[in-house]
Nanobody, 124 residues
């Protein structure tokens, strides 16, 4: 059974940084596409970043230049380093995976398994 466990969320002041982690089990990690989505209250789940084999990364416009996604294949873990955080980044951040790359990687319906989410709160 595929499981994803996120950690690293919390409360931070605007301009601060957080690093989220997501560890996957039950799947061959090196072949997996991993992604982060977020969902704020009353809003739809939105794409943040994705990483595929070879560490190719893809970001939403709001994440470019501030967020960095990386992977450690030895630890079956992906990270999301978030810098220059803004109050509008406040949301639950979810880690997700699918086995093969999809051109519509930004669509949450393309992913098979999800973590429980980790809360990120940015105060002004």
């Amino acid at each position: 059974q595929v499981q994803l466990v996120e950690s690293g969320g919390g409360l931070v002041q605007a301009g601060g940084s957080l690093r989220l982690s997501c560890t996957i089990s039950g799947r061959t990690f090196t072949r997996s596409v991993m992604a982060w989505f977020r969902q704020a209250p009353g809003k739809e789940r939105e794409f943040v970043a994705a990483i595929r084999t070879g560490s190719w990364t893809y970001y939403s416009d709001f994440a470019k230049g501030r967020f960095t996604m990386s992977r450690d294949d030895a630890k079956n873990t992906v990270y999301l380093q978030m810098n220059s955080l803004k109050p509008e980044d406040t949301a639950i951040y979810y880690c997700t995976t699918r086995l093969n790359w999809a051109v519509n990687y930004y669509n949450p319906t393309q992913y098979e398994f999800w973590g429980q989410g980790t809360q990120v709160t940015v105060s002004s």
